[in-house]
């Protein structure tokens, strides 16, 4: 497995002549052990929780965007927007077969799921019987809840293609692939969702909104997560359970993200002159997606 690769010295400074390829990306799970990084099953299932909600989230993603599409005025966006859409369509269904390795193993995410499905379809799904201003209204604003949701999968993209922890705790390397693919994908996407934010409603409230609705969402989401897969793990029998404190105990070993570079990531979020550019390194992504196994089999289908 590669070792992450250098970012360069500096992000792009705007984000000019985006194409998005969709990698048909396939993985074997055969050999996949429940506690993929050894001897570590709260870092494992920390992780873990991407697999929990990717599948139901990204293509929620997806029909927010393909409504969203008929709105976009700017012909390179909307190329931007197709090639998103393809990219996430392809990371809920390989992550969709983690889950499916994780039941073979005997850890039943299914009930789990069924209330990760309920709120994106139907509290974040679309709204039957609205007026056509109030219907452009919830697409917008959905919209900003995914620009805000993209800001932390691409933070989490940019600490996973940094993070020889994993390697040194000897992580699975296939399940490492899918996550710097992943990861790089998002890096390499990063302001998509933004952008179309911005195109589709340039306003500072909208932005604000966005994030003050998935930021705290996403962490309640992801402690609820850990949480389950520790207690639903069959070979632990409840005996672990999830600590603040060993979550900074796994960050400074480079396994976990650190909580409050997360914090203050999202802070930046918030500035009047942010953009997702000037997070992560589109060169870097690149460079991983060059040699990534998975990515590199899927050039050559």
Known sequence: MPHPTAPSAAPPAVHDGLVLEPRDVRFDWAQLPL????????????????????PEGERWFVRVFKDALPMIRDEQLREEVLGF?????????????????????GLDPRPYLRQISWLFQRILGDKPHLTEHQRRENIIERVAFVAAIEHFTAFLGDWVLN????????????????????????VEHRSVAFDLMVHLDP????????????????????????RFLLAADPTLQGRIRPTWREARRH????????????????LRYLRPGYHPTQEGSSSQALAYLATSPAARAAAVR
Request: aromatic share 4%.
């Open 203 to 226: 306003g500072y409230p909208r932005r604000i909104r966005g994030m003050a609705v998935s930021g705290p969402l996403l962490v309640h989401l992801w402690v609820r997560g850990v």
């Open 251 to 266: 960050s400074r070993r480079g396994l976990l993200p650190d909580p409050m570079r997360s914090i203050r990531s999202g």
């Open 35 to 54: 506690h993929w990084i050894p001897d570590e099953p709260m870092a494992t299932h920390t992780i873990n929780v991407l697999h929990l909600l990717l």
């Open 163 to 186: 993070s020889p922890g994993l390697d040194q705790a000897k992580a699975d390397p296939t399940m490492l692939d899918l996550l710097r693919w992943h990861g790089a994908e998002e």
């Open 85 to 105: 859409i393809g990219q996430e369509s392809i990371h809920a269904e390989a992550h969709q077969e983690v889950l499916d390795h994780l039941l073979a193993q």
